[in-house]
């Protein structure tokens, strides 16, 4: 009963904002939340949220990890890019689809590694190794697709983006199940405690025994994993890959979901939970200007103006000053003794 | 990418191997911005075509989307003593000192594809879609096949502030103003992306009774069009009979979608701006001929009569 009552405490910000988002939506727009079973599926909006979430949902999963380590990763973007390519193009092939899936996860292990090789072993700053990749990654992509849009007609593969499985689309059952996996991985086990650690303190951690270059190679790794699993579902999606487009200033996002989340980019303390309902919030966003009808003009501003409320709401100084100006308030109606 | 920089490079090797054998034959310099786009790429691909078959030497540059290697290229060129240059210009301005050094070397310069801010005795002509008018080729075309009948439209815009989608959206709202019964009853940007045209018809879906009260969908890409077209098959719905679509561009893929029947119209923005630019320039070499400032290509309308499947076979391999 604690654990959940901690649990709650703990994502209360971030479901307090995202309740007070899809009301607010709800309110312009009052179709909303109708949710309705058809075509053999959960159907509506806030199914169009769950799912067009997926991938910065899973982006925001790797994300919450690297950066409780102190790190930041801008390639995942690009490593979606990559991942997609590497298997629409395997895809288009005709290799099976167990093959073309093993692939395109490889690949997104193999960058991220190559990122954590960089910051753990050679200690790159994180921003600028990751850079490398966030760069030359969509060349990477391009090369892969000679410069196309590169399509495919594979029902069982597109059934990866676009499918459902008793009644749930496909891709919000990858990202809860990949969370879920992710999740129990680092909090079951003492990982999730020794990111912490190295987070706070890389050197202090390393004094005390913990393989830091280890954890760092392998956060960068599950987040390349996570864009690989994202790759597949953009892929699978629109039934071709954009090397152009796919996960572009995805990355942000999800960096973006993260903080939304309360995990400090200083690193540290972190919850993936909160970083996911941190995505559905940025997603919720998104689909409820999409239905509002307003002028796209708008969308960016709209999107900026919710995102600093939420993130004041947040900040300490903030919380500070409220509560202050709360106190200065009762101390009118009563003054106390000590202020004279 | 890689096809089309071989292709370049075998072309260019053909073309001087052609030269050396007709000493009469025209050499012309072609600066490009870049690959970045299909259409780009197969305007590249279009260009060698048109010069391989007039017998023309095209000296080809990609510009990797800098100006400065266009200046660059173009320097070259003029100290190469080419006939002519064509430049594909990557930004409006600051264009004016090497066009004058074009000019004092008695080589005529011709724009592909998009205007500059220069005086306009720089250069010969330029040749460019007008992109107003695709709109409207468009949204004639919506006019006809509705007739009298409500129609409310969905329209997926391209990145909100992008000059394609500014003029595709006034062109297409000039063409329906004389017809109360044609509505855009919503209009969002899809960024020129399928992903992104996608979402944004699967949210116009439900807000607008599970699509059954959408007429159309006016998209300012093919792309997006291809996007929107998956979200409403996914939706139960029939896009092509249930629900109108009509896009500009005239990709491959549109063409495959209009064999299926689920897209309906699209407007060409011909990836061919060389054929004109070439028409020109021998018309001025011959005999002094001097084209208009402004040589507009034609906007096509392509429809499910018009062959779908041979346009697709035709196109495929341009490099889109």
Redesign the interface.
Known sequence: MTWIATRLRRLAPQLIALALVVVAITLIAPGFAHVTFQNGRLYGSPMDVLVRAAPVALLSIGMTLVIATKGIDLSVGATIAITGAVAASMVAAGHPLAVVILAALGVGLLCGVWNGLLVGLIDIQPIIATLILMVAGRGIAQLITEGVILTFNRPAFAFLGSGAFLGVPMPVILWVLTGLAIGLLVRVSALGLLIEAVGINRRASMMIGIRARFLIVFVYAAAGLCAAIAGLIVTADIKGADANNAGLWLELDAILAVVIGGTALSGGRFSISASLIGALIIQALNTGILISGWPPEFNLIIKAVVIIVILALQSPVVANSLAAAARVRADLKEPRRSRT | ????VAAAGAAALLATFAGTVSASALTVGFSQIG????WR?AETTVTQQQAKDRGVDLKFADAQQKQENQIKAVRGFIAQGVDAILIAPVVATGWDAVLKEAQEADIPVILLDRQIDAPDDLYLTAVTSDQVHEGKVAGDWLVGAVGDQECKVMEL?GT??SSPAINRKKGFEEAIAGHPNITIA????G?F???KG???M???I??ENGGKDICAVYAHND?MA??AI?AMK???LKPGSDIKVVSIDAVP?IFLAMENGEANATVELTPNMAGPAFDALEAYLKDGTVPPKWIQTESKLYTASDDPKAVYESKKDL??
Request: hydrophobic fraction near 20%; glycine fraction near 14%; charged fraction near 30%.
């Open positions: 990418m890689f096809r089309t690959s970045e786009s299909g790429a815009q909100t502030g919503r209009s969002q940007t960024d992306t399928r992903t996608k979402e944004v699967e949210s116009f439900k807000a792309d291809v996007g998956q996914e939706a139960g893929d490099g889109y």
